[in-house]
C-alpha cells in the first residue's frame, strides 16, 4: 500500500505567566460606558460577577513587567522541542502567529521590527539560514491558520518540520476602563508538527478557512480609551461583543461541519473539540448549535475541555496551550487516545474563522 505524508503533532508546549490576577482586583477599578459616562464603582461587584457568569472566568494571567510575548513563545517554543525531542537546527518553518507584536508596559506602541518569529529564532539559537521564519497576524485563529500552512508546507515535501507558536499579551493592550478588558489575558503555547510517512490517514486529515470582511472585518478593531481622561492617540482592543457573540455562533458551527465534510467524517466521530477559549457562554452555545447542525440532541460529557476560567482569553495562545495541557496529563478527566478524531477551532478579529480535523497517533 502506498505511503504518503501526513503532519502529525510530536511535541507541544506553554508558556503561563506566574502572574494570576482574580476577579476581585477589578473591584476598584474605574469603568465607562463607549460613550465616556462613568460607572458607579458601588456597580463594580455586580459588573464583575456578571462577566463570570457570561465568560466563566475567575481569574487570568498576566505577564510581568520585564517579560515580553516573544519571551513568552520563545520559552513556550523551547518546551515543545524539548517534548518532541527535536534539534532546532533541523526545523524548516517557524510560523509565530500574534497581534500585537512586543508590547512593553508602560505604553500600547506596537514592535514589530525586528518580527517575533525573527526574535524567537534568535532567542532559541537556531543558526540555520534555511529556517524560514515568519510573522502570521490572523485574529485569535492565527495559531490554528499557521498549523494549517505548515501542513501545506510539509504535505508538499516543502519541509519535513515545523515550529508553530501562538504568543500575546492583550493585558497591555486592553483599556482597563473598559469592562471586556477584563476577559484578556497573556500567555503563550506552541507545537512542533513533523511529517510521518504511512498508508493510513493519522495527523491532519482536513481543515477549512473563511474570511467575512465586508460586513464584520471591525467587529474587534483598535479604538481611544472610554476614559475621555485618556490621551486619544493611544489605542486599545476594542469589541462589538455582542455582535462577535451572533457572528461566532452562527458561522464556527458551518465551519466545523465543513471541516468534517472535507474528511468525509461525522460529528459522531469526533472524541474532543478544541475551541478558542474566548468565552465560556458563547462557546458552550456554538457546541449546541454544532450538535443540532447533524441532528444530534446528547451531548457527550467531556468533549469540550476548557481553561478559560483560569486562564482568561489569550487570543492566539488559547488553542495551543489548552492542547498542551491535554497532552500532557494535566487536565483532570481529560486525555487523547490513539485514534481520536480531535477538531480545532477558532474565531477572532477579522472576522476569521478556522477548523482542523486531526487523528491523534
Same mark, same amino acid.
Given at each position: 500500500m502506498r505511503k504518503r505524508r501526513f503532519s502529525v503533532f510530536t511535541g507541544s508546549g506553554s508558556a503561563l505567566p506566574t502572574r494570576r490576577i482574580e476577579n476581585r482586583e477589578f473591584a476598584e477599578r474605574r469603568f465607562f460606558l463607549d460613550y465616556g459616562r462613568p460607572?458607579?464603582?458601588? /456597580?463594580?461587584?455586580?459588573?464583575?460577577?456578571?462577566?463570570?457568569?457570561? $465568560? =466563566?472566568? $475567575? &481569574? @487570568? @494571567?498576566?505577564a510581568a513587567d520585564d517579560v515580553l510575548a516573544s519571551d513568552l513563545g520563545a520559552a513556550a517554543a523551547a518546551r515543545a522541542l524539548d517534548d518532541a525531542g527535536t534539534d532546532p537546527e533541523t526545523l524548516d518553518y517557524i510560523v509565530v502567529a500574534h497581534n500585537f507584536g512586543d508590547v512593553r508596559p508602560c505604553h500600547a506602541r506596537l514592535d514589530l521590527v525586528p518580527t517575533l518569529a525573527a526574535r524567537i529564532k534568535e532567542k532559541l539559537r537556531i543558526r540555520n539560514p534555511w529556517?524560514?521564519?515568519?510573522?502570521?497576524?490572523? +485574529?485569535?485563529? =492565527?495559531? *490554528?491558520? +499557521?498549523?494549517?500552512?505548515?501542513?501545506?508546507? *510539509?504535505?508538499? =515535501? /516543502?519541509?519535513?518540520?515545523?515550529?508553530?507558536? =501562538?504568543? &500575546? $499579551? *492583550?493585558?497591555?493592550?486592553?483599556?482597563?476602563?473598559? @469592562? /471586556?478588558?477584563?476577559?484578556?489575558?497573556? +500567555?503563550?503555547?506552541?507545537?512542533? *508538527? &513533523?511529517?510521518?510517512e504511512v498508508p493510513t490517514p493519522v495527523g491532519i486529515l482536513g481543515h477549512a478557512t473563511r474570511s467575512d470582511t465586508f460586513e464584520h472585518a471591525r467587529l474587534l478593531a483598535m479604538g481611544p480609551s472610554y476614559d475621555p481622561a485618556c490621551a486619544p492617540d493611544r489605542l486599545f482592543l476594542k469589541m462589538h461583543g455582542?455582535?462577535?457573540? &451572533?457572528?461566532?455562533v452562527q458561522h464556527v458551527p458551518e465551519v466545523v461541519r465543513e471541516s468534517l465534510r472535507r474528511t468525509d467524517l461525522g460529528l459522531t466521530d469526533v472524541a474532543k473539540i478544541l475551541l478558542h477559549q474566548a468565552n465560556e457562554k458563547m462557546d458552550r452555545s456554538i457546541l449546541h448549535r454544532l450538535f443540532r447542525l447533524y441532528g444530534l440532541d446528547e451531548i457527550p460529557t467531556g468533549i469540550m475541555p476548557m481553561t478559560i476560567s483560569w486562564l482568561g482569553n489569550s487570543s492566539v495562545a488559547t488553542l495551543p496551550t489548552l492542547f498542551d495541557v491535554i497532552r500532557r496529563g494535566s487536565m483532570e478527566g481529560q486525555a487523547l487516545a490513539p485514534d481520536d478524531i480531535v477538531v480545532f477551532a477558532s474565531v477572532g478579529a477579522g472576522m476569521n474563522i478556522n477548523s482542523l480535523v486531526y487523528r491523534h497517533p
Open positions: 460607572l458607579d464603582p458601588v /456597580d463594580n461587584p455586580r459588573i464583575v460577577q456578571k462577566l463570570q457568569d457570561i $465568560t =466563566g472566568i $475567575t &481569574e @487570568r @494571567r498576566y529556517c524560514v521564519a515568519y510573522d502570521l497576524p490572523f +485574529g485569535c485563529p =492565527g495559531w *490554528l491558520q +499557521g498549523v494549517i500552512q505548515a501542513d501545506y508546507f *510539509l504535505r508538499s =515535501g /516543502d519541509a519535513d518540520r515545523a515550529l508553530v507558536i =501562538g504568543a &500575546e $499579551t *492583550l493585558s497591555r493592550v486592553s483599556d482597563p476602563h473598559d @469592562r /471586556d478588558g477584563m476577559i484578556y489575558a497573556d +500567555g503563550a503555547g506552541a507545537a512542533v *508538527l &513533523e511529517v510521518l455582542r455582535k462577535v457573540y &451572533e457572528y461566532a
